[in-house]
């Protein structure tokens, strides 16, 4: 039986690739591969964090185009991710996993506030913590909130699921010769401005040492193969 080389990880998981081949709404059917995925980690010990992004609704001030205010528009961004978050605690739940929505922005009716104390506790105690609304404020994307919490809760790795397979030369579909490279570090991605990481997260994961692996969701159990120490997508340090 494969063994798992991370005790605690933060999976940051893509909103438009749950939302299947077209990219919005929700696909159940990918939601069911993600979470038997997640519970094949969680089976075998690892603590679990999952931040999840909102794109498969509302990808904040790149909808808003300039045509609402930043700070409206990424708040209904944080709001998606919430709605996300929901939909995969009931898809674990219904997998046999323990589960919690904690959000950033105050809606006890809906989840848990955020709490670091109880975040842990939760980790301890094997359940899956979804970490909702980004960072909280504007102006911060999912991944930032994703390296915020990896570094927060002490993960030892940071695993980004996204609908591209890793991170390449250039855009592969506009260039056939575009390849994927294996490895790459956070100083390059800083100097050369790629947009693979936004450059916050990118600063803040490198300043608390915690690396990345960027890979595809596409199949789910990718999650599993690389909290197995499987080289899979790209490694970013």
């Known amino acids: 039986m494969d063994k798992p080389v991370y005790g605690r990880v933060l999976l940051k998981l893509s909103g438009e690739a749950l ?64 709605m996300n978050s929901l939909a995969m605690c009931e898809v674990l739940e219904q997998e046999n996993v323990s589960a919690r929505v904690m959000t950033m922005l105050d809606m006890p009716r809906v989840a848990e506030p955020y709490s670091y104390g ?64 294996e490895h790459i570090g956070y100083g390059e991605i800083l100097a050369k401005d790629l947009r693979v990481i936004d450059a916050a997260a990118a600063s803040l994961l490198r300043d608390n040492a915690i690396p990345t692996m960027i890979f595809a969701l596409d199949p789910p159990e990718n999650i599993r193969r690389v909290v197995c120490g499987e080289h899979v997508g790209t490694c970013v340090d």
């Open 19 to 82: 939302g299947g081949e077209s990219g919005r709404g929700l696909d159940f059917d990918m939601l069911h591969k993600a979470a038997k995925a997640i519970k094949a980690c969680a089976d075998m010990g690892v603590q679990m964090g999952v931040v999840i992004g909102g794109g498969n609704y509302w990808r904040g001030a790149k909808d808003g185009g300039g045509k609402m205010e930043r700070s409206r528009a990424d708040m209904m961004g944080m709001l998606a991710t919430v």
């Open 118 to 181: 109880r975040a842990m506790r939760h980790l301890r105690l094997g359940r899956v913590v979804l970490f909702a609304a980004g960072s909280g404020n504007p102006y911060f994307s999912t991944d930032s909130a994703a390296a915020l919490k990896a570094a927060e809760i002490g993960a030892q790795a940071l695993l980004m699921a996204k609908n591209i397979d890793g991170v390449y030369t250039a855009d592969p579909k506009r260039d056939p010769d575009a390849r994927r490279l």
